[in-house]
């Protein structure tokens, strides 16, 4: 099973960048997806998760309406829509996959993903 993440890149404060992960190896289309982030001396943080097969949503509250997670159910690929960027939004981002469902209040806990991606770098600067 493997994840692929990408589009990461340098943007300014106030831009906007898409990241997509895709999905490979098993089927995705009951699993929670999800994007976590991890900044230079930082421990890993949550993002955005959500059902591959739709539904419900999950944000950080320092993200909440200006990231939109999405996903491609067909494709095993979801999204993390980031706009507005800031400076603290600079990190690692990392896409992963629980391929069971979860209780919802559990998408937020790193340890109930099984399946991680390499990651991609988002700066933001100006």
């Known amino acids: 099973v493997q994840l692929q993440a990408s589009g990461g890149g340098l943007v300014q404060p106030g831009g906007s960048l898409r990241l997509s992960c895709v999905g490979s190896g098993r089927s995705f289309g009951s699993a929670v997806v999800g994007w976590f982030r991890q900044a230079t001396g930082k421990e890993r943080e949550f993002v955005a998760a959500?059902?591959?097969?739709?539904?419900?949503?999950a944000y950080a509250d320092s993200v909440k309406g200006r990231f939109t997670i999405s996903r491609d159910s067909a494709k095993s690929t979801w999204y993390l829509q980031m706009n507005n960027l800031k400076s603290e939004d600079t990190a690692i981002y990392y896409c992963a996959a629980r391929p069971s469902r979860v209780i919802f209040s559990y998408w937020r806990r790193s340890e109930q993903y099984e399946y991680w991606g390499q990651g991609t770098q988002v700066t933001v600067s100006s």
């Open positions: 959500t059902y591959m097969g739709g539904g419900d949503k």
